[in-house]
């Protein structure tokens, strides 16, 4: 089960694995800002397809819901790291799309990217309006970066944020983006 948590703002982005005891999940989180939330519960019950859920919750007082992002937003960096991501010129609602994720850690590019819950990375997309969910994982490859690739789908028009979660030297990294469908 992985437990994604955004604020409403998209400046909070806590991606969780709840621990099981019995038939209960259970997690302990500390927020550290104020402000509108919505959770994402995404698992696959024994034997059935893929399932979401979604829940929206205010953690204070505190409503920042301001949102102050470019209608795209290709290019991270963060702490050496710096990740560009690349999509085709004129992505489309419901049509598959590819898109690329180059990384690199102080102007090196990495090929020594960990697995991560599985997988070489994630990407979590999350509709501006903080209603649609996808959960992406990359196509198979034979190398550890610099690049990976991801084939998705928008399922309407609208702006959306990505959110891409790789390890590398052990650790997690979280880098965000924004794209026009």
Not at 15 to 35: C, N, V
Not at 48 to 54: D, K, L, T
Not at 108 to 119: K, V
């Given at each position: 089960?992985?437990?994604?948590?955004?604020?409403?703002?998209?400046?909070?982005?806590?991606?969780?694995?709840?621990?099981?005891?019995?038939?209960?999940?259970?997690?302990?989180?500390?927020?550290?800002?104020?402000?509108?939330?919505?959770?994402?519960?995404?698992?696959?019950?024994?034997?059935?397809?893929?399932?979401?859920?979604?829940?929206?919750?205010?953690?204070?007082?505190?409503?920042?819901?301001?949102?102050?992002?470019?209608?795209?937003?290709?290019?991270?960096?963060?702490?050496?790291?710096?990740?560009?991501?690349?999509?085709?010129?004129?992505?489309?609602?419901?049509?598959?799309?590819?898109?690329?994720?180059?990384?690199?850690?102080?102007?090196?590019?990495?090929?020594?990217?960990?697995?991560?819950?599985?997988?070489?990375?994630?990407?979590?997309?999350?509709?501006?309006d903080v209603k649609d969910f996808l959960h992406v994982h990359p196509m198979e490859s034979k190398t550890m970066g610099p690049k990976i690739e991801f084939?998705?789908?928008?399922?309407?028009?609208?702006?959306?944020?990505?959110?891409?979660?790789?390890?590398?030297?052990?650790?997690?990294?979280?880098?965000?983006?924004?794209?026009?469908?």
């Amino acid at each position: 089960m992985h437990l994604i948590f955004v604020s409403h703002d998209f400046k909070t982005f806590i991606h969780k694995h709840p621990i099981q005891i019995g038939s209960d999940y259970h997690l302990d989180l500390a927020f550290e800002r104020e402000t509108q939330y919505t959770l994402f519960a995404d698992y696959t019950p024994e034997q059935q397809s893929q399932e979401i859920g979604r829940f929206d919750f205010q953690v204070g007082q505190g409503n920042d819901n301001h949102k102050e992002y470019p209608s795209e937003m290709l290019n991270w960096e963060e702490e050496g790291y710096s990740v560009i991501l690349n999509i085709p010129e004129d992505v489309e609602a419901g049509k598959t799309v590819t898109l690329s994720a180059f990384l690199s850690y102080k102007s090196e590019e990495i090929s020594n990217l960990q697995q991560h819950l599985g997988s070489l990375a994630h990407i979590v997309i999350i509709s501006d309006d903080v209603k649609d969910f996808l959960h992406v994982h990359p196509m198979e490859s034979k190398t550890m970066g610099p690049k990976i690739e991801f084939h998705t789908h928008f399922p309407k028009s609208g702006r959306y944020h990505l959110f891409l979660e790789f390890k590398h030297s052990d650790t997690i990294t979280v880098a965000h983006f924004v794209i026009a469908v």
